[in-house]
C-alpha cells in the first residue's frame, strides 16, 4: 500500500518534520518519483561534451539511466540511455565519445546522437509483422524536458514542469555571478571529479549546507588543529599558504553566521551569505584582478565580487559555491545511500591559480581523504542511527520561525535560522502531494 | 636491477612505514618523511598533476603536520570510531632513480580496513622516492594508486 496523500501531509509541518522521511524506504521511494521524478535534476556541464559524440551518463533519480550526449550540429540532448530494442543500457561508460552513432551491445541496433534510430541489423525480419520502424518508439527517447543554463544541463521526467530559468527564480543569480566571475563570463569543468559514498540519507547534505549552527561544533576539530600548527610557522611562511584562508572560518562565530543571512525560493531552492560569507576574506590573485577589471571595468568588477554567497541549492540535487567555482551534486542509491560528485571549473581567461585554489578546496573539503567532510558525514550517520528510536517521531526546524522576511519571490531569514530547511519542506510537501506544478 | 641497492634494507623500511598506519602513529609515521615530503592519492588513472588535477590526497609537511594534530583532536567525531589496518606489500622493485638521485621504489599492497564496524579492502601500487640517508632511508614523496580511484569511496580517514 504506497502512502496516502494525508499520510504525507502529516508527514511535514511547518516547524517538525517526521522522522520517517529519513529512514522509510517507502518514503524513500516515493521521493524518487515524485521530488526527483518532476524537479529539474542537473545531468552535467556542456563543457564536458565538447565534440559531437561526446557523452557523459548518469541516473537521474536513484534508477533510471540517462546519457546527455551532444550531436553533430552541437546541440546537447539527455536520452534515455535506453535501447529503443529489448531495453538494454545503451551506454556503459561514464563518459566518452560514441563516434557516428551509439550502437548497442546486444543485437546491434544503432542510434544518433539525437535517439533516433539508424539502423536495425536484418530488417526484413519485421517485414508484415505490424512493426512499424518509422515508429518513434524504436528511438532512444528523450527525457521530457532538458535545458541548460549557461552550459549547466539539467533535465526533468515531468512534462509540467515549468521551464528551467522560471523553476529556479532568483537563485538563477548564483549561477549569473559563478559565469561573470570568468573574464570571459564562461566556465568549464576541469581537473577532474571526486565522488564521496554516503551511507545515509540523501536529505542530510543538502539540509547541512547552510546549517551554520554546525561548523563551529563539527569542525571544531580541523580548525584547531590548523590553528595549533599554523601558530608554530613564522606569519611569512601562513601567508602563503592558501589552506590557512581556506580552512579557519570554518570555526566562524555564531554572530558571523547569523549576518551571512540565508535566502529562500519556491521549489526548496535557498542560498547563506549574499553581501558576505565564509569565503568572503579570499586573497584575490592580482593577475586575475587585472583581467577581471579589462573585461568588466572597475566597478562591475567589484560588485561581482560582492555577491559573495557560500552555498546555493537547487533543490534537491545541486548545490555551487560561486566564490569557490565548485559544484556538489547528489546521487541518491537507497533510503540509507547516496553519492555526492564535486566537480571543480575553470573561470575562463582566468589564470592557472584560480582552479588551482578551487581543486585545493574541493580536496581538502570535500574528498574522502579531506578532514571536514568526513566529520559532516559522522554526523549524518549518527542522524540516521538515532532517529530509529522511538523517543521522539519529531525533527525540530523552530530556529527563527515567525522572524523570516517576505519579499515576495523571497523569503529572507537570520543565518543561523533554520529558514533553510523550513523552505525545503515546503518543497518537499508540494512535490510529495503533487501540487508543486499546478 | 642496479647491484647498489640493498632491497631487503628497502623492504624493511616500507614494512616499518606501514607499520605506523596499521595501528597509527602518525607521529613516527611524518618522521620518515623528508621536510619536503608529500603524500599523494591520485583520484583518477594516470593522473599526472596533484595541483592541476584533483586528488583524494595531496599532503605535504604543513597539511601532514594539521592531520596528525586532527587525528587524535578529541572532538573530531570522524574519529571517535578506532581505525585499524593491515597492510600487505609485495612485488618491491627498484624501478630507477630520480633526476634527484632519488630512488624510485614501487610495490603492490592490499590493506584491509577496519572502521565504524566495517571491513574494507584496498589495493593498487605505491611508488616511494626514497632518500638515501645513513643505514636508512627518508621518504621524497609517496604515491598511492588506487585500482579504483574513480569509484565512490566512504570516508579515508588514514593514509592508506
Ligand atoms: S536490446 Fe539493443 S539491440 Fe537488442
Ligand atoms: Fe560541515
Known sequence: MPLSNAEIARLVEDRRVHKRVYIDPEVFELEMERIWGQAWIYIGHESQVPKAGDYFTTNINHKVPVVMVRDKHGAVHVLHNRCGHKGAKLVEQRSGNARGAFRCAYHGWTFQHDGQVLKIPNETGYDNTGFDLKDSCNNMQKVAQSASYRGFVFATLSSDAPDLETWMGGAKDCFDNLCDRSPEGEVEVAGGVLRYEHDCNWKYIIENLNDTMHPMVVHQSVVQAAQDYIDTLPEEAVKQRSEAEIILPFGGSYENMEHMGITGFKYGHHYDGGKTSIHADYSVDPEYHKRMVAAYGEERTKEIYSFNTHNTLYYPSLTIKTAVQNIRVVRPVAVDKFVVETWSFRLKGAPDTMLQRTLLYSRLINSVGSMVGPDDLECYRRVQDGLHSDASEWVEMYRQFGRDEDLGDRVRGGGTSDLDMRTEYAAWRDYMLQEAFS | ?160
Not at chain 2, 584533483?54 to 581505525?83: G, L, T, W
Not at chain 2, 577496519?114 to 604515491?143: C, D, M, P, W
Request: hydrophobic letters at 40%.
Open chain 2, 1 to 160: 636491477m642496479s647491484a647498489d641497492i640493498d632491497l631487503i634494507a628497502v623492504e624493511d623500511f616500507l614494512y616499518q612505514e606501514a607499520s605506523y598506519l596499521d595501528n597509527p602513529d602518525l607521529e613516527k609515521w611524518l618522521a620518515l618523511y623528508s621536510p619536503d615530503g608529500t603524500y599523494w592519492m591520485p583520484a583518477s588513472e594516470n593522473q599526472h598533476d596533484p595541483v592541476n588535477e584533483i586528488s583524494h590526497f595531496y599532503d605535504d609537511r604543513v597539511m601532514m603536520e594539521i592531520r596528525k594534530r586532527n587525528f587524535v583532536h578529541p572532538r573530531a567525531s570522524s574519529k571517535d570510531s578506532a581505525v585499524r589496518c593491515s597492510h600487505l606489500i609485495g612485488n618491491i622493485r627498484h624501478a630507477g632513480r630520480s633526476d634527484n638521485g632519488d630512488l624510485i621504489i614501487t610495490s603492490n599492497f592490499q590493506v584491509v580496513m577496519f572502521y565504524r564496524e566495517e571491513q574494507r579492502v584496498f589495493a593498487g601500487t605505491y611508488q616511494h622516492h626514497l632518500i638515501e640517508r645513513n643505514n636508512s632511508f627518508l621518504i621524497r614523496s609517496k604515491r598511492v594508486n588506487l585500482i579504483n580511484p574513480e569509484a565512490a569511496h566512504k570516508s579515508i580517514i588514514i593514509y592508506l
